[in-house]
């Protein structure tokens, strides 16, 4: 498997683990979007060779999650756990060939800013 593949592979298992916790709100669209936003930051700051310096979400709060609901903070921990690991996976492997990485972008942003103009 290919960087980008395994990439593309990680991204949609993040985002099946989104519609996995759905319950905890962690497919709504504030979710969704800090996802798609720290993504994007850590893939262009590792294409610059800069240093990803975003802080990734760890309690419900900080994931826009519904606090009121029992397990909640678990739900927070494996969204982290999942984004850690893409940000260390891109931290380690896009400077190397950064035009398939700008691909991936380009559907990441794509696919963000279409769930903002359909929840409009």
Known sequence: MTKPETLRKL???FET???DLSRFGAWDTEPDYI???LV???LNQSLLGKEFIQVIPSDALGWAL???KPGVERTAKQLHDAMQEIVTFVQLNTYSNPKDFREIIAE???RAAWNIISCN
């Open 108 to 110: 990441v942003c794509h």
């Open 35 to 37: 996802f798609h936003a």
């Open 17 to 19: 683990l989104q519609k």
């Open 40 to 42: 994007v930051d850590v």
């Open 66 to 68: 519904y606090t009121d």
């Open 11 to 13: 991204l949609k298992s």
